[in-house]
């Protein structure tokens, strides 16, 4: 048996027993349907609905509807979380700080996952995918392990909006709401203009330093953890008890971007590619790895060798 496979076996049952304590600490202080705690209920569809859509994936050996699985499954653990609120028992109907956090979360999943699924029906496949999709366990995990980031970073939401603690919203919100809003546009704007670079034959093989590139070498992944860092100040308010053991859903972003998938793996494919180019190494030297520089080198509008890092 292949290294990662085994360890593609250990980590299925840590994952499940890491999504089931999610769902204890959030369910506390909840409301109730059919009596079950419906924050517990909403991790538990989060693994169910991915665990359905392996099974296409793995019978047809393809990638191409992972990402839009990840979309469908935050919006359908936010409709399962408000429909729990309005009839749920303890529950005291939709208020605004429910809705709020629905709409901001809701919004996010669908702009994000219309973009990863157009990217990879535009490229035909996901390399991220090539060694594990021929190997059962890796790739069951690959959709176990997307259940468990839907729950996690959907934990502090899914909490306020189940949770019985009157909350009504107030101005200090509109901080939350402000960082939200800073990390959507960066995460929106550094998409658009990474793309429109990589559409563009004479980029063909570079990497891209220009626009908000040229001031972060992922602005994208910085405006990703500035958003969530915004609905759970959002949440927050909201929470008691266990409940604000929730709040780790940031950390679980930063985390994730900047130690296992997001960052290490696209740094380490462009050093494999650009390592050598003096043009490659003076962007990184003076390109912040996650922080956003304001003003560039020269003071001027930011554009610096244009090659491309993924």
Known sequence: MHRRTRQALIALPLILVIGALLALAGSAGGVRAFGWPVFAGCVALAFALNVAAFVPAWLAQTEKYYD????????????????????????????????????????????????LFRRIREDGRDPRFDAIKPDFARFLMAFVLQGLWV????????????????????????VALAVFGLGFGLEIVADRQKRAFRRDPANRDR??????????????????????TGIAGLAWPALAGPQYLTLVSPLFVYVLLTRISGIPLLEARALSRWGDDPAYRAHLARTPRLGLRLRTDDGADGVGPTRSTG
Do not use: K, M, Q
């Open 68 to 115: 839009l699985t990840g979309s469908l499954t935050y919006l359908s653990v936010l409709a399962a979380a408000l429909s729990g609120r309005a009839g749920g028992a303890g529950g005291a109907g939709i208020d605004a700080r429910s809705l709020l956090l629905a709409v901001l979360v809701a919004g996010w999943a669908i702009r994000l996952g219309l973009f």
């Open 151 to 174: 729950s996690l970073t959907a934990a502090a939401a899914l909490a306020a909006i189940t949770s019985t603690r009157p909350a009504p919203l107030s101005a200090i919100d509109a």
């Open 207 to 228: 990497f891209i330093a220009t626009g908000l590139w040229a001031r972060s070498r992922h602005p994208n992944y910085l405006g990703e953890i500035l958003l969530w």
